[in-house]
């Protein structure tokens, strides 16, 4: 588990291809390593990784053929900057939300207007994340915690303060940028317990529509 509270930019050092999959080295700057142990977890852009070796510079990690379909890793060149956050331990606060580090979908960054000081920033969710998504609500773009200001549709915007742009990933992003996106994981949970009984018939990606509310009582007819 992660808050998505970035802990460090690192870069990717290379991408090396293995049968079907995908072997990174990771740079990872200013993030401390002398904790991390081989099998621990490190959060880069989002995706939970786990550290295979560890380098005078950073780590390695193996990526699985569906993570590099999924997520934005597999799009990544050498050089490419990303977001690191480690494990949280149970002395950690939780300055963000809880995070996974297992990406839902792929977003889109619409747009970048200038607001103040900040950045308002306008991204675009798949249409089956979008009702996961709330005004005020938490959401982990590339691995950062996020809070939502308005959401029209499937796009719904942020307001990016410059340490957290100067701190991430966030100042490299243009109109077009993909993104990794993990809604709230109570969220999810909170579908799947609404479905009561039936849950044990659903299969995955099935969730709560407006018909399976208002059968349930849960909307006045």
Known sequence: MFTGIIEA??????????????????????????????????????????????????????????????????????????????????????????????????????????????TRIDIEAPAALAKYIAHKGSVTVDGISLTVNSVQGAVFSLNIVPHTQHMTTIGDWQPGTQVNLEVDIIARYLERLLLGDKAADAKSGDGISMSFLAENGFLKR
């Open 9 to 118: 930019k690192g870069s990717i050092a290379s991408m090396t291809p293995k049968s079907g999959d995908m072997t990174l080295s990771i740079r990872t700057g200013d993030l401390d390593l002398t904790d991390v142990q081989l099998g621990d977890s490190i959060a880069t852009n989002g995706v939970c990784l786990t550290v295979v070796s560890l380098t005078g510079s950073g780590f390695t990690a193996d990526v699985s053929g569906e993570t590099l379909s999924l997520t934005t890793l597999g799009r990544l060149t050498a050089g490419a900057p990303v977001n690191l956050e480690k494990a949280l331990t149970p002395t950690t606060r939780l300055g963000g939300h809880l995070v996974s580090g297992h990406v839902d979908g792929l977003g889109k960054v619409v747009s970048l207007t200038p607001d103040a000081r900040s």
